[in-house]
């Protein structure tokens, strides 16, 4: 996209966005689960979990990217559906293993909000009949999101900073330091605590702090507690 615009040409994001996409599912489908190699498989669908915020024209845009890719590598008589992320997590939960009745309860903590649902897999119509996966109730919260927490800790990290720049004023800092506590974050959901760390974050000072578990809890009580 770069060497495009050094060019003169006009690059569009969904262009960009869709190349992505395409390189990422032509990996998975070359580098993907290994089977036997004296078992021929078949697809007759492929499904693609897509964050349930995304709009009709975005969907478009990951749909006809992974598409192109399956249809060419597969075969054109593959059917490719865009399905929501916590319906994938919920038929995933439902079928390992395959218990009637089941109930679960999905917590999808997105960048824009925070979304709690229910899902019901259960038989319709008797021993007979069919089996029914239903969203059976869910709510959403758009003040407790992964973005708002992410800038919570940001803040717990510039009261602790060892030098007197600010990083939260300077937009190269706060993108810096914003993809590292997003890392950490990420750490602490398997672990007790996590490092923060950016080389050169501002004024050429380095970063460095230890967030802890507690640390987390104690810095975004208020926001769970909503």
């Known amino acids: 996209a770069y060497a495009l615009a050094q060019e003169g040409q006009q690059v569009s994001l969904a262009g960009i966005v869709g190349h992505l996409v395409e390189a990422v599912c032509a990996s998975l489908l070359e580098h993907g689960p290994q089977v036997d190699a004296h078992e021929e498989v078949h697809f007759d669908a492929f499904a693609v979990a897509v964050p349930e915020c995304l709009t009709p024209p975005q969907r478009e845009v990951v749909l006809s990217a992974v598409e192109g890719t399956v249809k060419s590598r597969l075969g054109g008589h593959i059917v490719v559906t865009a399905v929501n992320e916590p319906l994938c997590a919920a038929l995933q939960l439902c079928s390992i293993p395959p218990v009637l009745p089941r109930r679960v309860l999905l917590v999808d903590w997105g960048a824009s909000k925070l979304s709690v649902s229910v899902f019901e ?3 319709v119509g008797g021993e007979a009949g069919e089996v029914v996966l239903e969203e059976v109730v ?17 803040q717990w990290c510039e009261k602790r900073k060892p030098f007197s720049a600010s990083m939260l004023s300077d937009k190269t ?13 990420k750490t602490l959901t398997v672990a007790d605590e996590a490092m ?18 507690e640390d987390f809890e104690h810095e975004c009580e208020a926001l769970f507690d909503a």
């Open 196 to 213: 923060i760390e950016a080389d050169s974050v501002i004024a050429g000072h380095d970063l460095q702090l230890m967030l802890t578990l």
């Open 121 to 123: 897999l259960r038989m």
């Open 173 to 185: 800092a706060r993108f810096k330091l914003r993809r590292e506590v997003r890392a950490a974050i």
């Open 138 to 154: 869910s709510r959403s919260n758009v003040f407790v999101s992964g973005a708002e927490v992410e800038w919570q800790v940001m």
